[in-house]
């Protein structure tokens, strides 16, 4: 039997040790905001938090998780003070940026933005781009994912060429 914790909560799985966390998460949890992309933890949808540490679930099995604390995208406004509205402050930056525009990866992507910024309070432009490399965007949404975490780490900039420095805008992408 694996033990662990999900958004605060002690669970248990008896099931085939090799099943992928995102499937215990997705199916047995009914906790849906975690995404299967690709199943072979290239593309980041199914991004969640092992301790502090962004994690691929769809390539993590249960039984690398016993005794764990694992944080999905619903249990993410626990983690640190809510905003208004009871979110956690990537998400607030998300929806006040319009960030999303399809939607399907952006939960693996606040996951990892939320893990850099919790590791790197103030990452550079080079420190975002290393960390968020791994979490793929049909839509291309990357310059506004780039701009939030600015935004979540620097605050909002009283111009835009101060956000945008040294980063391409949207046009140029």
């Avoid at 769809?58 to 764990?68: E, F, L, R, S, Y």
């Avoid at 993410?76 to 990537?90: D, I, Q, Y």
């Avoid at 990357?142 to 835009?160: D, E, F, L, M, T």
């Amino acid at each position: 039997m694996i033990q662990l914790a999900v958004n605060g909560v002690q669970r248990q799985f008896d099931g085939d040790p090799t099943t992928p966390l995102l499937w215990f998460v997705r199916d047995e949890l009914n906790l849906p905001g975690t995404r299967f992309g690709c199943g072979m933890g290239l593309c980041g949808c199914c991004t969640v938090h092992i301790g502090d540490k962004a994690t691929r679930s769809c390539i993590t099995p249960m039984q690398d998780v016993n005794g764990a604390s694992i944080t999905t995208i619903e249990g993410l406004p626990a983690k640190a003070p809510a905003s208004a509205g009871g979110l956690h402050p990537v998400q607030a930056v998300w929806l006040e940026e319009n960030v999303p525009q399809c939607g399907y990866c952006q939960s693996g992507q606040i996951m990892q933005a939320a893990a850099l910024l919790a590791e790197n309070p103030r990452p550079s432009d080079d420190d975002i781009s290393a960390a968020m490399a791994g979490n793929l965007c049909r839509c291309g949404t990357y310059p506004r994912i780039h701009r939030a975490i600015k935004i979540c780490a620097y605050g909002k900039p009283n111009s835009v060429a101060a956000l945008t420095d040294g980063m391409k805008t949207e046009e140029q992408a």
